[in-house]
């Protein structure tokens, strides 16, 4: 299988944080989620994979190529959170403007785009809802022609419904065994919803880069008491917290668990749940 992306040690220090040999990558014809705390690199991640900013090491390539050239570019389509486009502007306009950006401009895309998500064509840009901006910006990343489409914080601050909305489209999008996204989120239960895969990235280090269905279906949290979590075999914990009354010990495999510690309570753990443990827990 090829990649849409990859990236390998990719390295990129500020003041006060180093993004610290970040690798992972996205298979054609999937969808991965960038997950991590505010803070954590997943922008600057997707902005040096973007070549928006300058790298200070490592490896990038987009749809096998290192440097991109305006071809390889048309084929991205990026969302950001916020503003994407001229608020003076109206989305016919913005047609205008977008047909003399892409060559691969797909107008007929566009305009049943904004029908499908009832976006007024006329209305000026600066009076849309944030939901309505963001359906804007993703009709127009699905409108040139994009094999990979890249979402930075793309879903937050919408409702659930529009939310819902938007993840159909892009589960739609990847049905194309040529298309793939890379979409960052706080919000992990859309991401359980219609990633592939999952990179938590944390303090600028990947934590881990994993199929999604791995932590869904296999990892697991063993809930117990003192007693307990002394008996347990270290080398079964990846890593644990203790709260008030209970340990919680997340662990790689829940049914091997069960059957090793049969009087334990071992629970499927959510992405919220995994990402809280790495971040608090002790190892
Ligand atoms: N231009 C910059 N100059 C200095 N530091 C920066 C710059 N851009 C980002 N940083 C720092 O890099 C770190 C990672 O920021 P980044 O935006 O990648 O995090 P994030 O995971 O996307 O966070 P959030 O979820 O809050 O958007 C932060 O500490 C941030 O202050």
């Given at each position: 299988m090829n990649n849409a992306l990859t990236i390998s040690e990719l390295t990129k220090t500020y003041k006060d944080f180093v993004l610290d040999k970040v690798s992972f990558s996205v298979p054609e014809g999937s969808i991965v989620g960038l997950i991590g705390e505010n803070g954590a690199g997943k922008s600057t991640t997707i902005n040096a994979a973007l070549g928006l900013i300058q790298k200070d090491a490592g490896y990038i390539s987009i749809m096998g190529k290192e440097e991109l050239d305006n071809d390889t570019k048309e084929q991205i389509g990026v969302v950001f959170d916020?503003?994407?486009?001229?608020?003076?502007?109206s989305p016919k306009r913005l047609n205008r403007v977008m047909k003399n950006i892409y060559h691969s401009w797909d107008e007929h895309t566009y305009m049943s785009l904004l029908q499908k998500f009832s976006l007024p064509a006329d209305k000026q840009i600066s009076q849309f809802s944030k939901g309505m901006k963001m359906k804007l910006a993703i009709s127009v990343a699905l409108s040139h022609n994009s094999k990979l489409l890249i979402l930075d914080e793309a879903t937050s601050g919408l409702d659930p419904v529009i939310r819902d909305d938007i993840l159909d489209m892009l589960l739609d999008f990847v049905q194309d065994e040529e298309h793939s996204i890379l979409v960052s989120s706080h919000i992990t239960s859309d991401l359980e919803k219609i990633a592939d895969y999952i990179v938590f990235i944390h303090e600028g280090q990947v934590v881990f880069f994993k199929p999604k269905d791995e932590l869904t279906e296999q990892y697991g949290i063993i809930k117990c008491g003192a007693a307990q979590f002394d008996a347990l075999?270290?080398?079964?914990?990846i890593v644990y917290r203790k709260m008030d009354y209970e340990w919680q010990i997340l662990v790689s495999d829940r049914e091997e668990m069960q059957r090793k510690y049969p009087k334990a309570m071992v629970v499927p753990a959510t992405i919220d749940e995994i990402m809280l443990l790495y971040v608090k827990g002790e190892r």
């Open positions: 916020g503003s994407n486009y001229p608020e003076i502007l075999d270290k080398s079964d914990i």
